[in-house]
């Protein structure tokens, strides 16, 4: 059974950073794309980042460019988010996800992800 567990997220100052991390269990994850969402309270899901595990080929949403950084870690089966310059507007709860028919690819559409993980808040305060 395939389980998603993300961490690392919390109340941060303007200008400040955080790491969510995202442990992937339960089989390989060599042929899936992982990927970033956010849900701020009123406001659809977006997508933020993700990642092709096996080529670390990487695509980031305009708003993050430059700011946020993804990276996975192959012996500890981990995909990682790097958040620096932040905002409150970047201010959500932070989703960890897999898309296990990406063959390569990357998709920025939450319902094409096949699993989820239960989310971890992020509170940037101004």
């Known amino acids: 059974q395939v389980q998603l567990v993300e961490s690392g997220g919390g109340l941060v100052q303007a200008g400040g950073s955080l790491r969510l991390s995202c442990a992937a269990s339960?089989?390989?994850?060599?042929?899936?794309?992982m990927g970033w969402f956010r849900q701020a309270p009123g406001k659809e899901r977006e997508f933020v980042t993700a990642?092709?595990?096996?080529?670390?080929?990487?695509n980031y949403a305009d708003s993050v460019q430059g700011r946020f950084t993804i990276s996975r870690d192959n012996a500890k089966n981990t995909v990682f988010l790097q958040m620096n310059s932040l905002k409150p507007d970047d201010t959500a709860v932070y989703y960890c996800?897999?898309?296990?028919?990406?063959?390569?690819?990357?998709?920025?559409?939450?319902?094409?992800?096949?699993?989820w993980g239960q989310g971890t808040q992020v509170t940037v305060s101004s």
């Open positions: 990642i092709v595990w096996s080529s670390g080929r990487t």
């Open positions: 996800a897999a898309d296990r028919r990406a063959w390569g690819q990357i998709v920025t559409t939450g319902d094409e992800y096949d699993y």
């Open positions: 339960g089989r390989s994850f060599s042929s899936y794309t």
